[in-house]
Each structure stands twice: as C-alpha cells, then as structure tokens.
C-alpha cells in the first residue's frame, strides 16, 4: 500500500530517541494519531524512542480493512517490535482499545521482550449481543455505524473509520478470546487505565485483565473525566503522567 494512498492522519510515525523503545497501537478502525500525543511526550520528556504502528488495513478504507485478520494485525504489532529491537535495549508497549487487547497479547507472547506495558481501555469481551450475533451471519451487511470519536472533550475528533467492516468484527473476536487465554502468561509490570464512562468497552475489562495476569507490578489508574478515545480526550496529560511514572519505575527496578 503506497503512502499515498494513506488517509490523513493514518500513517505510522517514529520518534527518534535513545535506546529505551516504547511501542504504541491504535485500535479497531483508528489511526496512530490517537497515540500520537503520548508518544510525543514520552519522546519529549525522557528521550525514548517511540514507534507507534499502522496496523494493517487501517488508515486507508474500511474496504481494505476488511480484507485484513487479526493476524495481520499482530504482524503489524511483531513488524514494530522488530524495528524498535534493533536500535533499544528495553521495550515497552502501551496502546489503546484494541492496541490495549494486542498489548496484552503481546505481552502473552513475548513476556520476556517487555519491561512494562500500559493497555489503555482495553477490551478482552465486549459483552454485546447485538454485535457478537454480526460475526457469523452470512445476511449481514458489508458495514455497520462505526462507534469512533467516543471522546467526553468538545471538540475533539478522532481519526477513525465511519463504518465498520463486518469480516473484521470476527476477527477481533478471535483476538479477544485468544488474549484472555494469554493472561496468565503476562509477568510484565502492567499499569491499567480505564475511562468508568465508556460507552463501547464495558470499563469491567480493567477488573478482569488485573485479575488475569501474574504480574508481580500491577496497578489501576482511572481515568474519570474521559470516554473511550482516553489519549483524545479530557485525561490525556493524566495518561502521559502515569505511563511515564510507571514506565520509569520499571527501569528502576
């Protein structure tokens, strides 16, 4: 997929920095724009270095993105991985929504190649009939209404697909079941933050992903004036604050 065919906002970006790497993902149907503030600060006030990811089938059409898999996603998330491995010596990751869920998936995969990581109102069950009934129906549409720019702060638009392919509703169900079973494999620290407002993943995911995981590390940090888009919205210096403590704390340790 040529740059040029990359809407605006969609491309992934590179933050040069020293060899601490931080790993950023956006989420279903997004852009990196969302993880672009964070990765600006963490860049800006620390010196990582700071990749945030296009994942496969984003920031084009929701067409192209319906062509995609979950696993074409991960191979985004590796790909990225892969980059920052070879410039840094410690790896962290955070990301947002679905980049939260492929967070803690790799995290799962790979625990040994994560200092500390930071899902930001992840989701590993949605806990939505309706849109669970969508992923193995033969008669639904090719779309439904996307569920973007859920942000509390007035004015504020995320970058985010309109509509939302059907074929990739299966495809993050599969990444959800696959992540909730990788749980106990996650021994990195790993800071949670959670909007109590959310109006698309149910905030009861932070509970069951603190739970679910063996960290020795673990913390809860509630992000009480946002909605979803919580990197858009109202508690984005709060998110930069935290992932920055935490994160240095990890280097500490």
């Known amino acids: 997929?040529?740059?040029?065919?990359?809407?605006?906002?969609?491309?992934?970006?590179?933050?040069?920095?020293?060899?601490?790497?931080?790993?950023?993902?956006?989420?279903f149907t997004g852009t990196a724009s969302c993880m672009k503030p964070l990765g600006e600060y963490l860049n800006r006030t620390e010196g990582w270095s700071v990749l945030g990811v296009r994942l496969k089938g984003h920031g084009e059409t929701p067409a192209a993105m319906a062509q995609t898999t979950a696993q074409d996603w991960i191979d985004s998330v590796e790909a990225g991985l892969q980059e920052l491995e070879k410039r840094c010596k410690q790896v962290f990751m955070a990301g947002l929504s679905m980049g939260g869920t492929l967070t803690l998936y790799m995290a799962g995969r790979y625990p040994e190649r994560f200092k500390a990581i930071a899902p930001i109102n992840a989701c590993v069950a949605f806990s939505n009939p309706d849109l669970a009934a969508l992923a193995f129906d033969h008669k639904a549409p090719a779309t439904v209404p996307g569920v973007g720019s859920d942000i509390k702060?007035?004015?504020?638009?995320?970058?985010?697909?309109?509509?939302?392919?059907?074929?990739?509703?299966?495809?993050?169900?599969?990444?959800?079941?696959?992540?909730?079973?990788?749980?106990?494999?996650?021994?990195?620290?790993?800071?949670?933050?959670?909007?109590?407002?959310?109006?698309?993943?149910?905030?009861?995911?932070?509970?069951?992903?603190?739970?679910?995981?063996?960290?020795?590390?673990?913390?809860?940090?509630?992000?009480?004036?946002?909605?979803?888009?919580?990197?858009?919205?109202?508690?984005?210096?709060?998110?930069?604050?935290?992932?920055?403590?935490?994160?240095?704390?990890?280097?500490?340790?």
Do not use: W
């Open 1 to 27: 997929m040529s740059d040029t065919s990359i809407i605006e906002g969609g491309k992934p970006f590179f933050l040069e920095g020293n060899e601490v790497g931080v790993l950023l993902s956006h989420g």
């Open 153 to 253: 702060k007035p004015g504020v638009k995320e970058i985010v697909y309109a509509d939302v392919p059907v074929p990739a509703i299966k495809q993050i169900y599969g990444l959800m079941a696959v992540t909730r079973d990788l749980l106990p494999r996650i021994t990195a620290p790993t800071q949670v933050l959670v909007s109590p407002d959310d109006h698309i993943v149910p905030a009861r995911n932070a509970t069951h992903i603190l739970s679910g995981i063996h960290s020795q590390v673990r913390e809860q940090v509630l992000l009480p004036e946002s909605y979803h888009v919580a990197t858009l919205d109202n508690d984005a210096e709060l998110i930069h604050r935290s992932v920055q403590r935490f994160f240095k704390q990890a280097l500490a340790d």
